[in-house]
C-alpha cells in the first residue's frame, strides 16, 4: 500500500513542499536596495507586513472580498444547484457541461469580457444610455463591485458542481415525504433540503473561498491600480520591487490567513452539521 502512495507523494514534495520550505526561508531573509537580498534570519519582513497600515489594509479588503464572494456564490449558486441535480439524466450532461464552459476560459480573458461590459463606453453603459436612464457613463469598471462581480463570476461553477454532487444523493422521497406530511416548499428545504447539503455547502465554501482569496487576475484588471488585494501586492514584491523576502512574507501570511479562516469555517459548519 505504501508503494503506490509513494509517487504521488513524491510528486506532492517535489512540486509544493519543497518550494514553499525554499520561499519560507527567503522570507527571513533581509532586503537591501544595492544587494538585493542578503542572507539572514530574521522575523522583520513579517513584523513590517503586519504593522504597515497599508499591509493591514490589503489584507482586510482581501479578505472582504472572499467572503463576500463565498456567500454570493452560495445564495446564486444553490438554485442553480438543485435544478442541475434534479434534472432528467438526459438533459443533465448538456447541463453539466454548460456549467463547466466558463472554466475552459481564462481568467484574463474573462475578465477583459467584464472590462467591455463595464467600461464607460462598454455594453451596460450604452445599453442605460439608449434606454435613457443615465445622461453620461457610470462608473462601474474600476470598483470593489466590478472585482466582487469578476470574482464571483470566476468561482460560481465550482460552487455550482460541489453542491449538485451533493444534493443528488439526497433522496427525492424524503423531500416527497415531508411535503406528503403538510410541509411547505420553503419548509421542505428549511428542514429537509437543507440540512442534508451542508456538507456540500462547506466543501464549496472552501474551495471558492481559498480560490478568492489567491484572485489575481481579476482584481488587477477590473478594481485598477487603486485597488490592491494579497496576491497582487505579493507579485509586486517579486516584479516590481525585487524584494523577494518581504514578497515571501507577504505570501506566507496569506497563506496562514486562508488556511486559519479555513479551518475555523469548516469545523463551524461540521459542528452545525452534527448538530
Known amino acids: 500500500m505504501a508503494a503506490l502512495v509513494l509517487p504521488a507523494a513524491l510528486l506532492v514534495f517535489t512540486l509544493l513542499v ?18 538585493l537580498m542578503v542572507e539572514a534570519f530574521t522575523a522583520e519582513n513579517y513584523i513590517r507586513a503586519v504593522a504597515d497600515p497599508y499591509y493591514q489594509q490589503v489584507l482586510a479588503t482581501t479578505l472582504g472580498v472572499a467572503f463576500l464572494c463565498t456567500v454570493l456564490t452560495v445564495l446564486l449558486g444553490f438554485p442553480a444547484a438543485y435544478w442541475l441535480a434534479r434534472m432528467e439524466s438526459n438533459r443533465k450532461s448538456i447541463a453539466t457541461i454548460l456549467t463547466l464552459l466558463p472554466l475552459l476560459v481564462g481568467n484574463v480573458v474573462r475578465s ?4 467591455a461590459l463595464l467600461g464607460n463606453e462598454g455594453g451596460i453603459n450604452a445599453a442605460l444610455r439608449a434606454l435613457h436612464l443615465t445622461s453620461g457613463p457610470l462608473q462601474l469598471l474600476y470598483t470593489p463591485g ?8 470566476v468561482v460560481l461553477p465550482y460552487m455550482v458542481l460541489t453542491l449538485a454532487a451533493v444534493i443528488e444523493s439526497i433522496p427525492r422521497q424524503a423531500e ?5 406530511l403538510g410541509a411547505t416548499a420553503s419548509t421542505v428545504f428549511r428542514r429537509v433540503v437543507l440540512p ?7 466543501a464549496g465554501s472552501v474551495l471558492v473561498f481559498i480560490l478568492c482569496m489567491n484572485a489575481y487576475a481579476t482584481p488587477l484588471l477590473l478594481g485598477g491600480p487603486q485597488f490592491k488585494m494579497m496576491a497582487p501586492a505579493v507579485y509586486d514584491q517579486f516584479v516590481r520591487g525585487n524584494n523577494w523576502p518581504f514578497g515571501a512574507a507577504l505570501a506566507f501570511i496569506l497563506l496562514v490567513a486562508t488556511l486559519v479562516l479555513t479551518v475555523i469555517g469548516s469545523m463551524a459548519l461540521s459542528r452545525r452539521y452534527r448538530g
Open 196 to 202: 442534508l447539503s451542508l456538507p456540500g455547502v462547506a
Open 146 to 153: 466590478a472585482v466582487i462581480v469578476g470574482i464571483t463570476a
Open 112 to 115: 477583459a469580457g467584464w472590462m
Open 176 to 180: 416527497e415525504a415531508a411535503a406528503n
Open 18 to 35: 519543497a518550494p514553499m520550505a525554499l520561499l519560507a526561508r527567503i522570507s527571513l531573509n533581509h532586503y537591501s536596495p544595492t544587494e
